[in-house]
């Protein structure tokens, strides 16, 4: 049987009784490549025939690339879940209370 580990908590998930999440992230580089302005220009065939040409090719990844992009898969159990639905970038809860200036 395969057990299964909330990456946050640390507990057992036991996917008979309770919902097992996965969180997939993916972090990149932006780059400043612009979108051509009209859809019609991009030749999605063309596109299509790189990628798949381009899955012949191992995948090298530069010094570069290894300090600026992450890719992550995560699971997660339903309270933590709902904890990172709440919160997804871990940000703390500023308190804005409205207080005068007195």
Known sequence: M??????????QINPDSQ???IVQIDI???TNDLEPEFEDEVDH???????????HEPIVVTDEEAETSHHG??????????????????REAVLALGFSNN
């Open 2 to 11: 395969i057990h299964y580990t909330c990456d946050r908590c640390k507990r």
């Open 73 to 90: 898969r995560y699971d997660l159990c339903p309270e933590c879940h709902r904890q990172f639905m709440k919160n997804p970038l871990g």
């Open 45 to 55: 065939l063309n596109e299509l025939h790189q990628v798949l040409e381009g899955m």
């Open 28 to 30: 990149q580089t932006a």
């Open 19 to 21: 919902t097992r999440f």
